[in-house]
């Protein structure tokens, strides 16, 4: 998720400071990483820095002084045209999973006993999230992030089946390469 443009997107609403935006950015992606502070502030200097955002001016508010940032038009513009750009399919498949289990085989290890923990694992992460999305009052955006996840740890769950059930055949071919 690129970060820069997520800011681009909250600032698209407004002026805004680093604050209230690291903590709309948590509401709206609540199943993403927290965004630290220091890398909504560095972001921030960075937009500046490209003229993709400038300072608005700072206020206090009776707390510490705060500064206001906002979206330049070449901002806007950048924002537009990464916002429509398909994001292309990744061109390696890179699974940490999978690399495990390769090297379960080369090491003398328990590739299908590591599968099965692996199973139980992604089980038990799939039912933190149904509770999430289940919980009273979870908003769609909390509602969606969760499916996401899970439609993708159910692609890993469907993979991890379909491995074990080769894992001879693998185990053949890995050892012998």
Request: no cysteine; aromatic share 6%; glycine share 8%.
């Amino acid at each position: 998720m690129s970060t820069r443009h997520i800011l681009l997107g909250l600032l698209a609403s407004g002026p805004s400071h680093g604050y209230d935006l690291k903590r709309r950015h948590d509401e709206r992606f609540p199943q993403a990483r927290p965004l630290a502070y220091g890398q909504a502030y560095t972001t921030l200097q960075r937009l500046v820095r490209d003229g993709l955002a400038e300072v608005e001016g700072t206020d206090s508010d009776g707390g510490p002084e705060r500064t206001m940032y906002r979206a330049t038009d070449d901002g806007t513009r950048e924002l537009t045209r990464w916002a429509g750009e398909i994001a292309p399919p990744a061109p390696f498949v890179t699974n940490e999973i999978f690399a495990k289990v390769v090297v379960s085989i080369l090491s003398g290890g328990d590739p299908a006993a590591y599968l099965r923990a692996q199973r139980t694992a992604h089980m038990e992460r799939m039912r933190e999230l149904t509770a999430v999305k289940s919980a009273r009052g979870a908003d769609l955006a909390t509602v969606l992030s969760a499916d996401f996840a899970l439609n993708h740890l159910d692609a890993d769950l469907r993979w991890m089946t379909t491995t074990a059930a080769r894992l001879t055949t693998l185990t053949a071919e890995v050892d012998t390469a």
